[in-house]
């Protein structure tokens, strides 16, 4: 049994040189049960006051500056990497030949988009989900994997950190970190999901391995009723 990873070529698997467990990069399963978890994010009509209220404060400087902070934030993400494979990361412009780049980038535009936006469950899971799934199967540790949605608040602080003076402006960081932290609890839990699936495929690929070399020696039977030879 295995799961194919081969779009996210030039990131070695780590379980191993004879594991066969690869992972697919479907978003339908994990990013329809992570939306139904993703805490604290409320309907469009219960959002409208506080997307309001942050409009025309710190969210429209944040906005002004849509470039600028998603470069550093991408760069932020591919720090996760060896340096070596994080330099192609960045280097390389070809989706095809750099799917992991192309992914990330593009997960951090969706992800800058809502955190100044309406904050959609099904947008955000969705393109997490791509970018975790890559960092499950790579082996980061969950702190490794996810750090990267924390460092946009130190971006931002570094950015526009001397507004932070003014109450009102501080009033809405707070939002807006509020909402970094949704982020962050959604990619903890995709990555979580896709870590159990992972152990799950592993512990079928063991078993089934050891009762066919237990079948090969004449110890077990595929029949329940056929007795092996003594």
């Known amino acids: 049994m295995e799961l194919d990873a081969s779009q996210y070529a030039g990131l070695p698997l780590t379980w191993g040189t004879n594991s066969s467990i690869k992972i697919y990069p479907s978003t339908d399963h994990f990013a ?4 139904r978890k993703l805490t604290g994010i409320k309907p469009d009509s219960e959002r409208q006051t ?12 944040i906005t002004k500056q849509r470039s600028a902070i998603i470069s550093k934030w991408f ?31 593009r997960g951090v535009e969706v992800l800058f988009d809502q955190l100044v936006g309406g ?43 001397k507004n932070f003076q003014d109450i009102g402006m501080t009033r809405q960081f707070l939002e807006v970190e509020r909402r970094i932290d949704q982020m962050a609890l959604a990619a903890f839990d995709i990555y979580m999901a896709c870590r159990e699936k992972i152990y799950e495929l592993k512990a079928n690929e063991t078993r089934n391995r050891t009762f066919k070399a237990f079948e090969r020696a004449g110890l077990v039977s595929k029949d329940p009723g056929e007795v092996p030879d003594a």
Do not use: C, W
């Open 32 to 35: 329809v049960s992570i939306t």
């Open 50 to 61: 506080s997307v309001v209220h942050m409009a025309e404060g710190l969210v429209s400087l």
């Open 75 to 105: 760069d932020s993400a591919i720090h996760a990497y060896a340096p070596d494979t994080a330099a192609f990361i960045k280097s390389q412009k070809d989706q095809f030949a750099n799917p992991v780049g192309s992914h990330t980038l």
């Open 119 to 161: 904050m959609d469950a099904g947008a955000i899971t969705t393109y997490l989900d791509p970018i975790m799934r890559i960092r499950a199967v790579q082996n980061l540790t969950p702190a490794r994997a996810t750090a990267f949605i924390f460092s946009l608040k130190n971006i931002l602080i570094d950015m526009f950190g």
